[in-house]
């Protein structure tokens, strides 16, 4: 794998991670609103 392809790999890992986290939360407080602003902002702080 080239250095580029590993970085992507581990972006995309760390990516996954983070909405995994967002994820659990929303499924634990079942508050799908609050879920839906977190992946939100997550995705404005991507940008």
Known sequence: ????SGAAVNMLQKQLKELDQIFQETME????VAGAERVAKWNRCRS
């Open 29 to 32: 407080t079942l508050n799908t």
């Open 1 to 4: 794998m080239t250095n580029q």
